[in-house]
């Protein structure tokens, strides 16, 4: 399958943008995943990879019904915001693996189970895109959940450290653990004892 959809996008009559313009795509189409619930997002910079598109877009879903919703939103925002045709579309109704190709910009939407399966951030090996979002740029990368990254130049507080605890021993299983020691009484000097028998009582 893998092979199948690589090679349809290939084939494609390529609809070539600037790279700024495809960057700006690719962000808004990552944007209307997160939105949707999309997780593990990614955008990769595929330039230095091949000259057919600039861009992968990908995201995760938990149903067909979420994949399908994600496909939808992004295609509106792509058509109709930003006036860019879209050249071709795979897997909608099957939604494992879900497949918008923008020319410059391929978005690939999975189950969780087709995106660990084919793991495409591994095989094409392009670089992750700092995205913007709420105003701080951010690297979108893959981590188990939506976009997630320190801001840009942002010092995170060290978080607390916990006190030390004491070291104990523990008795080896089976074993009685061994009897504390009572202190020895205190040694009282002769003239102490003297006194001490001169006060006691005389036995009657």
Do not use: C
């Not at 795979?90 to 793991?119: P, T």
């Not at 000097?189 to 001169?198: D, E, F």
Request: hydrophobic share 35%; charged share 25%.
């Amino acid at each position: 399958m893998v092979a199948t959809l690589s090679q349809s996008v290939l084939n494609q009559p390529t609809q070539r943008t600037n790279s700024s313009r495809s960057l700006e795509l690719a962000l808004a189409a990552a944007r209307e995943a997160e939105d949707n619930r999309g997780q593990n997002l990614l955008v990769l910079d595929m330039r230095s990879q091949t000259s057919a598109f600039d861009y992968f877009v990908l995201a995760t879903g938990t149903s067909n019904r979420q994949l399908r919703a994600m496909s939808d939103a992004i295609d509106d925002v792509l058509q109709k915001q930003f006036g860019h045709r879209r050249l071709g579309l795979e897997g909608y109704q099957d939604s494992h693996w879900i497949l918008l190709d923008y020319g410059s910009v391929i978005i690939h939407l999975f189950d969780d189970k087709n995106r660990d399966y084919y793991r495409l951030e591994e095989i094409w090996g392009g670089k992750s895109v700092k995205m913007k979002i709420d105003g701080a740029a951010r690297p979108a990368v893959a981590e188990g959940g939506s976009m997630r990254a320190a801001a840009a130049g942002r010092n995170e507080p060290p978080a607390p450290k916990r006190p030390a605890r004491k070291a104990t021993r523990r008795a080896a299983p089976g074993t009685r653990p061994a009897p504390k020691k009572k202190a020895a009484p205190a040694k009282k000097s002769p003239a102490a004892r003297k006194a001490g028998a001169q006060r006691a009582p005389r036995a009657r």
